[in-house]
T-cell receptor, first 115, second 118 residues
Framework: AQKVTQAQTEISVVEKEDVTLDCVYE???????LFWYKQPPSGELVFLIR??????QNEISGRYSWNFQKSTSSFNFTITASQVVDSAVYFC????????????FGKGTTLSVSS | DAGVIQSPRHEVTEMGQEVTLRCKPI?????LFWYRQTMMRGLELLIY????????DSGMPEDRFSAKMPNASFSTLKIQPSEPRDSAVYFC????????????????FGPGTRLLVL
């Protein structure tokens, strides 16, 4: 069955520290999609990035970077020089053919950045 | 462009009352999803529509829950009668497609409706 594991429940860092959020997924399908969403204290879910299973290129967007490794079934998210505004719950999600349309979400990692 | 719009943002009701949550998807998106977020179960899919037709409602918890999509720009999720265990945040999301060109299957979420049933 599909599964997304975010082993880190909570992480606390001080501003300007780098932080990596881990995501490990399980799927039997060869075609699947991985996502990261951010849920700030205001509650909305904000889409950050999408990756398909055939694209293992890492991606960098400003202070955000993502490392996708099929060999370890991981899709980790790094924030460089964290800021207070990065404080949020971050969700990793999986979509594959078995799940159909559903996004299978991890439990989320709560990131707290203090000044 | 407007994102997914949900109303109300907050709803407090008493057990046994009918609750109706509303959603307007992003214009041009063919797929609409309803999710529920609770502390115990996290984020879970309730139902989704394709071109206004319900495709998979296997996540709907009970017959007390029903969803409709009368047109491409409007969907409702109704709970009748409501119970305290229905208290949660209900999200609506939409996407262009299920599988397609890059990015079409990305689901964009509304701000959610925070429901409290007393």
């Amino acid at each position: 069955a599909q599964k997304v594991t975010q082993a880190q429940t909570e992480i606390s860092v001080v501003e300007k520290e780098d932080v990596t959020l881990d995501c490990v997924y399980e799927t039997r399908d060869t075609t699947y999609y991985l996502f990261w969403y951010k849920q700030p204290p205001s509650g909305e879910l904000v889409f950050l990035i999408r990756r398909n299973s055939f694209d293992e290129q890492n991606e960098i967007s400003g202070r955000y970077s993502w490392n996708f490794q099929k060999s370890t079934s991981s899709f980790n998210f790094t924030i460089t020089a964290s800021q207070v505004v990065d404080s949020a719950v971050y969700f990793c999600a999986l979509s594959d053919d078995q799940a159909g349309t559903a996004l299978i979400f991890g439990k989320g990692t709560t990131l707290s950045v203090s000044s | 462009d407007a994102g997914v719009i949900q109303s109300p943002r907050h709803e407090v009701t008493e057990m046994g009352q009918e609750v109706t949550l509303r959603c307007k998807p992003i214009s041009g998106h063919d797929y609409l999803f309803w999710y529920r977020q609770t502390m115990m179960r996290g984020l879970e899919l309730l139902i989704y529509f394709n071109n206004n037709v319900p495709i998979d409602d296997s996540g709907m918890p009970e017959d007390r829950f029903s969803a409709k999509m009368p047109n491409a720009s409007f969907s409702t999720l109704k709970i009748q009668p409501s119970e305290p265990r229905d208290s949660a945040v209900y999200f609506c999301a939409s996407s262009l497609a299920l599988r397609g060109r890059v990015g079409e299957e990305t689901q964009y979420f509304g701000p959610g409706t925070r429901l409290l049933v007393l």
